[in-house]
Structures are given as structure tokens and as C-alpha cells.
T-cell receptor, first 111, second 113 residues
């Protein structure tokens, strides 16, 4: 079983739609969680951190459920510029800071 | 721009050869990590360096090795290249501590033929 698993995708949605990404992690010792965005042939860039209390940044909402080891990302009012691959990340590694990435879910927002 | 630069951006090598990839970390960042991203996959952790010492390693064979220099820049060396080593190699730097964000360089795309 992979440490971080995401919806396989791809997701093709019309502009203005709401889209949800789901992710589960297997290492209960994981300390922190993030969503990264990666554009085609580019490096990953931090989208937002994920907290148990949930956090919102404009059209983006992230949520962590430690009991279920489940992480989510919700994008409201999708824009064409949201088209990218979204990577779920768990941080682990005793004494180090190891980012464990999911495989990523590709989102295409269609006009 | 993240301030993390990698070189070269693209590289083609022959199976069995050796390769060295370089990374300059962002100013003030003393921790550098390397990741391998195969096509269609998420990045996989190779190893991490903190103050010139390796302090974490993923599931990669010993032919993957690295260095960190006093200015915190870093190298990734891969010996005896295999076809499956073809991937995007990403370097990430961060400041020490639990809250430091990791910033990625643009990556080096390695093709082994």
C-alpha cells in the first residue's frame, strides 16, 4: 500500500464548477500535510497547508481528519488557470523532513 | 521564482554512465532534499542534507549519493545509470525547523538511453 494515495483522476470540469480532491495517508506518525500544485513540466509549488481545523484561502479549502487519516481539497468556482496536477503531501521522517507525495490528480478546467 | 536553481536543466546520458546534478539553495536555507519524479508519478524522496550531513534517506540504492557544501548548495550523483533512472530530478531547500516551507527548483530532466 502506498503511503499517500489520491483519487486517480483525471478530472475534467467546466469553468465555475466545484471540484473535490481526496487523499489518504497510511503513516499515522505523519506530522504535517500540504497540497502542492504542479503545472505541466514545472516544479511543484505549495498551494496550502492542511490543518485539522480546516483552512481556507479564497476559493480553496483544505481539511484534515487525523482519525480517518484523510485529507481533502475543495476548489470552488473553478478557473481555467486552475488546470494543473494537484499533489497531496504528508511530512514524516524522524529527525528529518521528508515529503511523501501522492501520485497526483490532474485537473482540466474546460471553457 | 523560488531562489532555488538547478543545473543542468536537461541531460542525456548513456546507460552505465555517471551523472552529477547541482542545486543552489535559497539564501538562508540550510536543508536540501532531492526527489525523483518519474513520468506520471509523484516525486519520490531520495535523501536530505542538513549542514553538510545526510539526515534522511528514501528507498534508493547506494549508487545514488550526494553532497552538501558549506554554502549549502548540493550535488546529487548517480553511478551506473539505468534506463529507469530517466526522470525529473527535483531539489528542494528549506530553513530548519518544523514550519519551514520547502521551495523547489525547476528540476533537471535526465534521459538515460
Amino acid at each position: 500500500r502506498k503511503e499517500v494515495e489520491q483519487d486517480p483522476g483525471p478530472f475534467n470540469v467546466p469553468e465555475g464548477a466545484t471540484v473535490a480532491f481526496n487523499c489518504t495517508y497510511s503513516n499515522s506518525a505523519s506530522q504535517s500535510f500540504f497540497w502542492y500544485r504542479q503545472d505541466c513540466r514545472k516544479e511543484p509549488k505549495l498551494l496550502m497547508s492542511v490543518y485539522s481545523s480546516g483552512n481556507e484561502d479564497g476559493r480553496f479549502t483544505a481539511q484534515l481528519n487525523r482519525a480517518s487519516q484523510y485529507i481533502s481539497l475543495l476548489i470552488r468556482d473553478s478557473k481555467l488557470s486552475d488546470s494543473a496536477t494537484y499533489l497531496c503531501v504528508a511530512v514524516s521522517g524522524a529527525g528529518s523532513y521528508q515529503l511523501t507525495f501522492g501520485k497526483g490528480t490532474k485537473l482540466s478546467v474546460i471553457p | 521564482e523560488t531562489g532555488v536553481t538547478q543545473s543542468p536543466t536537461h541531460l542525456i546520458k548513456t546507460r552505465g554512465q555517471q551523472v552529477t546534478l547541482r542545486c543552489s539553495s535559497q539564501s538562508g536555507h540550510n536543508t536540501v532534499s532531492w526527489y525523483q519524479q518519474a513520468l506520471g508519478q509523484g516525486p519520490q524522496f531520495i535523501f536530505q542534507y542538513y549542514r553538510e550531513e545526510e539526515n534522511g534517506r528514501g528507498n534508493f540504492p547506494p549508487r545514488f549519493s550526494g553532497l552538501q557544501f558549506p554554502n549549502y548548495s548540493s550535488e546529487l550523483n548517480v553511478n551506473a545509470l539505468e534506463l529507469d533512472d530517466s526522470a525529473l530530478y527535483l531539489c528542494a531547500s528549506r530553513a530548519a525547523g518544523p514550519q519551514g516551507e520547502a521551495f523547489f527548483g525547476q528540476g533537471t530532466r535526465l534521459t538515460v538511453v
